[in-house]
């Protein structure tokens, strides 16, 4: 019932391309909207039972609509004030676009409601050893080392400073694996004083790399770690209940939302105190009228990157899969642009959508990308039907957790949750590349003492984790 249920949606939603405007139509976009949110909840019901709210699905979706439908539902033509509007763009474009993205939604639910499995997870004791606890000290290291680099190197440099990307990635793997490795070590015991006490020293980390990253203004990471750390709770610990994390979120994302608006002002954590920021962010969501632009901006910025890269890709100017060749070689340092230079003979730069969209645009700031036009400008129409159904699957199978490297599969999917709607479908492999590399030199290389039966402990869950 439920596959054909999704089947339904997506066949109204190959209609509805089918059928959409040449040019731009509210009405066909509240269309497009209403059935989205219907999909959505349809969708979310299941999963939500089945998994909690801290689930990959729940932020995918939430991000897919901000960035996709607010824009052309609720803002547009009212749009100048967002960074990435403020030049021309084709505007006749943007019902088609967003028929393009309900269709990859649609597709992506039907791919992964066709790996779905209801089947009763085993309840298989699994015995570890216990002596190692490299990766907590590992963690602590490395955040130590980004908190003074950022508090005693920088000190009180203006403006916003990015630290290299691929770099607090590797951090945030670290940190990722040793919450992991810890989870492991519970003793059948499931509540949060125990997450607690288990936790103290990766706990230590997570502040302290957290809080020398926002103080930059950016909030990536951060994201990425909390999102990583919930799921991993969720799964291992206990059920996160509606009612606790429902504030957090609020919280979290009114945090965010103060760093969106404070971090390009002269009102920021790097030259004011926490208060004197909180309250300038207030003060300007409250007297300005675009205050819904202002508090979504880092999603609706994305809106554009979908019309600008299926209007590019009408023009027969496809990219034909040379955007996911640094995708193979995420675990060699330059892989990615060493081999896709070997293999096209074009940098990084010309096979980028992000690129490729700037460029395009005259834009004189990097205007960044979109799943979905991501997907459209390397295979058409033809990569969305295929590529969001494979995706959907999945999602549907790693989402059992019945292994240790589909484990890190979702867990690393559900960090990169709210991000991959305006990337693309494969960001989250560099965060899974380096758990991995590490896991394996921990348990390969460092040496531990004799295992022991003191040394040992049985995991009492609900999944499998076996090699």
């Known amino acids: ?103 990859g939604i649609s597709t992506y639910m039907l791919g992964n409601v066709c790996g779905e499995s209801r089947a ?42 990015h630290l290299y990307p691929r770099l607090m990635i590797l951090v945030i793997s670290v940190i990722c694996l040793a919450f992991y490795n810890t989870a492991l070590s519970q003793r059948s ?22 809080l020398s990253i926002l103080f930059l203004g950016s909030r990536d990471v951060v994201i990425f770690l909390g999102l990583f750390i919930l799921s991993l709770a969720n799964t291992f610990y206990f059920r996160i209940k509606v009612k606790w994390i429902l504030p957090l979120l609020l919280i979290g994302g009114g945090l965010m939302i103060m760093l969106t608006i404070t971090r390009v002002s002269e009102v920021n954590l790097m030259s004011s105190s926490f208060v004197d920021v909180l309250k300038y962010a207030i003060d300007t969501v409250s007297e300005s009228p675009d205050a819904l632009s202002l508090m979504f901006v880092d999603f609706l910025v994305a809106a554009r990157n979908l019309y600008d890269g299926i209007d590019y890709a009408n023009g027969d100017n496809l990219l034909y899969g040379a955007t996911y060749i640094q995708y193979l070689f995420v675990f060699i340092p330059f892989g990615g642009g060493f081999f896709t230079k070997f293999i096209t003979g074009k940098s990084l730069e010309e096979v980028h959508t992000a690129s490729v969209l700037t460029i395009e645009s005259n834009a004189d700031f990097g205007l960044g990308t979109n799943a979905i036009s991501d997907i459209y400008m390397n295979f058409s129409i033809y990569g969305i039907f295929i590529m969001m159904f494979i995706f959907g699957l999945f999602v549907a199978r790693v989402e059992r957790c019945n292994g240790k490297y589909s484990t890190f599969a979702y867990l690393a999917l559900v960090a990169n949750s709210l991000y991959i709607p305006r990337a693309n479908i494969f960001c989250w492999l560099d965060m899974f590349a380096f758990i991995v590399i590490f896991d394996y030199l921990v348990n390969h290389y460092v040496k531990t003492p004799p295992t022991t039966q003191h040394d040992k402990v049985v995991i009492k869950n609900d999944y499998n984790l076996s090699m």
């Not at 009405?27 to 089945?50: G, P």
């Not at 570890?128 to 003074?148: D, K, P, S």
């Not at 015991?189 to 957290?210: A, H, P, Q, V």
């Open 189 to 210: 015991i499931n509540n949060f004083k125990f997450l607690i006490k288990e936790n103290r020293l990766n706990i230590i980390s997570f502040f302290i790399f957290s």
């Open 120 to 161: 009763k997870k085993k309840n298989n004791p699994i015995i570890y050893n216990l002596a190692n606890n490299i990766t907590q000290r590992l963690a602590l290291i490395f955040a130590m080392g980004v908190f003074f680099y950022v508090f005693f190197v920088l000190k009180q440099r203006s403006g916003i400073v």
């Open 1 to 103: 019932m439920r596959k054909l249920l999704f089947f339904t949606f997506f066949v109204v939603s190959i209609l509805l391309f089918l059928n959409a405007p040449s040019t731009f139509s509210r009405s066909f976009c509240q269309i497009e909207l209403l059935l989205y949110l219907t999909m959505s909840i349809l969708f979310l019901w299941r999963k939500v039972k089945d998994c909690g709210l801290i689930n990959f699905d729940f932020f995918f979706l939430l991000s897919f609509l901000l960035i996709n439908y607010i824009h052309p539902v609720f803002i547009y033509p009212n749009d100048k004030m967002i960074p990435s509007f403020a030049f021309p763009y084709n505007e006749r474009i943007i019902s088609y676009a967003l028929s393009v993205a309900h269709l």
